[in-house]
Nanobody
């Protein structure tokens, strides 16, 4: 199983980035997909998730109204559109897939928001 995240980078506060995560080795449409992040010196935290099937979405409070998670099952890809970025969004962002107790993690992509 591989989850390949990309799209991170350096952006000024107020800017936007779109993260992508391509999955292989799983039946993508069967899995819930999520994004997590870990800032220096902090624990990894949940950011957003999207269910399989009905595409229900969930967000950390600080991401509501600014971030949008979506998925394209035909491309085995989950996206995280991040708008109105803030310096406190700076972190390594990881994608994850989950099906019951099966959880897989990608390698992470760095997002740096300058003030």
């Amino acid at each position: 199983v591989q989850l390949q995240a990309s799209g991170g980078g350096l952006v000024q506060a107020g800017g936007s980035l779109r993260l992508s995560c391509v999955a292989s080795g799983i039946t993508f449409s069967d899995y819930a997909m999520g994004w997590f992040r870990q800032a220096p010196g902090k624990e990894r935290e949940f950011v957003a998730a999207i269910s399989w099937g009905r595409d229900l979405t969930y967000y950390i409070d600080s991401a509501k109204g600014r971030f949008t998670i979506s998925r394209d099952n035909a491309k085995n890809t989950v996206y995280l559109q991040m708008n109105s970025l803030k310096p406190e969004d700076t972190a390594v962002y990881y994608c994850s897939s989950a099906l019951g107790s099966l959880v897989y993690w990608g390698q992470g992509t760095q997002v740096t928001v300058s003030s």
